[in-house]
């Protein structure tokens, strides 16, 4: 399957909303699956205007189709500037085929090399080992759990706080 990384467009909410609202995708998000096109449109309005966000997208038919979103988000406190946060989704149809690697791996290289950040965290589902061996293999590291900090299939689930530093 061939894919491409490219910057984020308007355009891309519709399906950046299909995503999250999909099984495979909303077990891992803190999102549920009422939320509305205009909500997504909200939540990437959200995003600083200097955050670096990615779309994988593939070629249909009816044009560009989207099947991943990273969001690298800055730290605008001024004595954490060298610090973000990263959010990725994926596709569930196109999970496990290197999809969320190329989008992660690209918003690292922006991080180490355009911005020069020392640390980039994420906080992912406890459960979730495909998602933290992905991790793990981009150098994040573990560094601690939040007990009970979200709702899944109707119980409370753990969150993995993973950290990611680029010493100079």
């Given at each position: 399957?061939?894919?491409r990384i490219r910057p984020f467009k308007e355009n891309d909410i519709a399906d950046i909303n299909e995503i999250r609202s999909m099984r495979g995708v909303i077990e891992t998000i803190p999102t549920l699956f009422s939320e509305s096109v205009s909500f997504t449109e909200e939540v990437m309005k959200s995003v600083g205007p200097n955050d670096p966000v990615l779309s994988a997208v593939i070629d249909t038919p009816e044009?560009?189709?989207v099947i991943g979103n990273g969001v690298l988000r800055?730290?605008?406190k001024a004595r954490l500037r060298h610090t973000a946060s990263v959010a990725l989704i994926v596709h569930a149809d196109y999970q496990n085929m290197?999809?969320?690697r190329a989008i992660l791996s690209?918003?690292?290289e922006i991080a180490d090399k355009w911005l020069m950040l020392v640390r980039v965290d994420l906080e992912v589902a406890a459960d979730n080992a495909?998602?933290?061996h992905l991790y793990e293999s981009l150098g994040f590291q573990i560094e601690g759990r939040l007990k009970y900090a979200f709702m899944k299939d109707g119980k409370y689930a753990d969150l993995l706080i993973m950290g990611?530093?680029?010493l100079p």
């Open positions: 399957m061939e894919f044009g560009e189709k800055l730290t605008e290197g999809v969320g690209q918003l690292l495909g998602a933290i990611r530093y680029n």
